[in-house]
C-alpha cells in the first residue's frame, strides 16, 4: 500500500496532498498546473517535499522530520511519461531490457517475453527509438517500465502526444496490464474519459489540492 502526505511550495505555488493507494488503478484528473506532475514526482523521489511522508507497505520512502531520503532507483517505481524518454541510442531491445538487467534476478517480476508479447513489440526489437510511430514508443516506454519490476506504476498523461486513433490502440493495452499484471497504478490525465477507461476511481487535483474523497477515492462522476 502506498501512503503520503505532503507539502510542497514554490512562488506563489503550494501543494499539499495526502492519500493512499492499497490496489488497482486510480486516476488522477485536473486542470494544468493543478500540481499533478509535481506529485507523481514526489512519490516516484524526483523531487523532495518540504515536509511529508512517502510510505510503501509501511516503509518509509520519504520522511522529512526523520531526514530519510530514498533515491529513485531504490523505490521500485515505474514511471512513463508523456513522450516514452527512450533511449536515443539503445535498439527496442536494449531499452526494454535496461532496468531489468539491473534487477536480481530474485527481483524480477516478468519474463521479457511475455511482457513482448503482452505489448505486442517482438516486431520492433531490433529499431532504434527514431524509427518508432508514437503508439509504439509509448507501449516500448511501457514495457520498459514493468521490465523494471516495480511495485506501483505512475503513469502521466502517457496517451497525451497521441492522436485518438492511436489512444485507442493503446488503451487495450493497459487494460491488459491492468488485468494480467495486477500492478498498483497512477494514471494521470486530463482526460477524465481516458481515465474512465481504466477505472472508476478517480482523484481529482485542483490548486495544489488533492480531492480523493471520503473513502480515498472518488466514485462516480
Ligand atoms: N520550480 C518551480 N518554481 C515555481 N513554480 C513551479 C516550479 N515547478 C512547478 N511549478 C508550478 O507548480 C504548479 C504545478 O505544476 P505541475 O506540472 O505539477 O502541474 P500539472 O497538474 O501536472 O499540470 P499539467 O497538466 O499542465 O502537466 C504549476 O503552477 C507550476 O508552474
Known amino acids: 500500500m502506498l501512503e ?31 500540481g499533478k506532475s ?5 512519490i516516484a523521489g524526483l523531487q523532495r517535499p518540504d515536509a511529508g511522508a512517502v510510505r ?24 512513463v511519461f508523456q513522450d516514452g524518454c527512450l533511449f536515443p541510442h539503445l535498439t527496442v531491445q536494449n531499452n526494454l ?3 531489468y538487467r539491473r534487477r536480481p534476478a530474485s527481483e524480477r517480476l516478468f519474463p521479457p517475453d511475455a511482457i513482448i508479447t ?3 513489440i517482438g516486431h520492433l526489437l531490433t529499431r532504434r527509438p527514431r524509427d518508432l510511430s508514437g503508439g509504439e514508443k509509448q507501449r516500448v516506454a511501457l514495457g520498459r517500465a514493468l521490465l523494471y519490476s516495480p511495485s506501483l506504476l505512475l ?9 485518438n486513433h492511436r489512444k485507442q490502440q493503446i488503451l487495450p493495452f493497459l487494460l491488459r496490464v491492468r488485468d494480467t499484471l495486477g500492478l498498483p497504478m497512477l494514471y494521470v490525465s486530463h482526460a477524465e474519459d481516458e481515465v474512465r477507461y481504466l ?18 477515492e ?4
Not at 15 to 23: H, N, S, T
Not at 56 to 79: C, D, M, Q, S
Open 4 to 34: 503520503f502526505d505532503l507539502r510542497w511550495q514554490r512562488g506563489d505555488f503550494s501543494l499539499r496532498a495526502q492519500g493512499r493507494l492499497d490496489g488497482g488503478v486510480i486516476g488522477l484528473c485536473g486542470p494544468s498546473g493543478a
Open 38 to 42: 509535481t506529485l507523481l514526482a514526489m
Open 56 to 79: 510503501w507497505n509501511g516503509v518509509a520512502l520519504v520522511e522529512t522530520g526523520r531526514r530519510v531520503f530514498l533515491p529513485p532507483e531504490k523505490r521500485r517505481i515505474g514511471l
Open 97 to 99: 531490457l535496461y532496468g
Open 118 to 120: 503482452l505489448l505486442d
Open 155 to 163: 503513469l502521466d498523461e502517457p496517451l497525451a502526444s497521441l492522436d
Open 199 to 216: 477505472t472508476d476511481r478517480v482523484w481529482h487535483m485542483e490548486a495544489g489540492r488533492l480531492h480523493t474523497g471520503p473513502a480515498g
Open 218 to 221: 472518488r466514485i462516480g462522476p
